[in-house]
């Protein structure tokens, strides 16, 4: 007994040893990973693609795996590629309006926000008064971050909730995919161009695209450049609704009833934030804006309504059957 106990003490050291090791090349793995990064976004940009962030995810969940075995690693695969793959396509199809010959709606849009505001156009107006050609401010850097915090925000959310809890990932994620396909649906359905399409057709005021603006102020003009050229690449037509609004709706609403009083009103504005940035860059029309609040709180209602209803089935299953539910 004495020698078995003394074995598995040993046994016990060891296995604490060998975790204290792991443990120690995790932090030094992300210490290396966040350096990489931060000279990856000064010196390339911003990672926007779905598959440069895929690869950037996969590499940040495997520094969690090391010293913990292949399924872990396995585990990752699972959860994230079917994911991405729903996303990528997403992208890929964002244009498929364009080989459906369906007319591009450029003018209406302007001609609502007009209506909303009296004979104004927010865009122009807010350009008009704040936006300085060749010297851009302080707030244009707000607004670069903030048009680009859309790439970033949700992709770091899921990830800390796959690490704290699965559930509440899935959760997530449904509720992102659901709304990626609302939105391509709709602009499937009804194609509409952003004001700097309008403006450079010459049917609204001189209106710019000045999204990028603000990393000179930051002095990365390189990440200006490089999220220029990502944007000359979509689907231009793709305004209504705006998905970057949704989405931070959609996160403000997820997060918001389990965060802390801070929290809430962070979260609360964010939305706000990226509206208002939207619509001075040039990028959305207010109507683009409104649409995606509605679009995000429509997600919300029916995704959590179809969780209702299925563990409702499942309690019933188990309620009828519990034996066939547990061999299952």
Known sequence: MAGSSVEADERSAADEAHERRWRTIRRRA???????????????????????????????????????????FRRVLIDWLPFTA???????????ADNLGIATHVIEPAHAD?????????????????FVPGHPRWYDAVVTLVYTSHFLVTPIAAVILWVRNRQRWVGFITRIIVLSLAGLLTYVLYPMAPPWYAARAGLIEPVRRISSVGWQVLGLNHAGSVLAGAQASVNAVAAMPSLHTATATLIALYFIPRA????KILLA????????????????YVLDLLFGYVYAVVVMVVVGAGERWWAGRRRHRQTLSPGAVSQS
Request: proline share 4%.
């Open 30 to 72: 992300v210490v290396g990973y966040a350096l990489v990064l931060v000279i990856f976004i000064v010196t390339v940009g911003v990672p926007e693609d779905r598959e440069g962030l895929l690869l950037w995810i996969l590499a940040a969940l495997g520094i969690r795996c090391l010293g913990r075995g292949w399924a872990s």
């Open 86 to 96: 729903v996303l990528i396509a997403y992208d890929y199809t964002r244009g498929i």
């Open 114 to 130: 007009m209506w909303l505001f009296h004979g104004v156009l927010p865009t122009y107006w807010l350009q008009q008064h704040l």
């Open 260 to 263: 802390p009083w801070w929290g």
């Open 269 to 284: 504005c964010y939305p706000l934030l990226m509206g208002l940035a939207l619509v001075y860059s040039g990028e959305h």
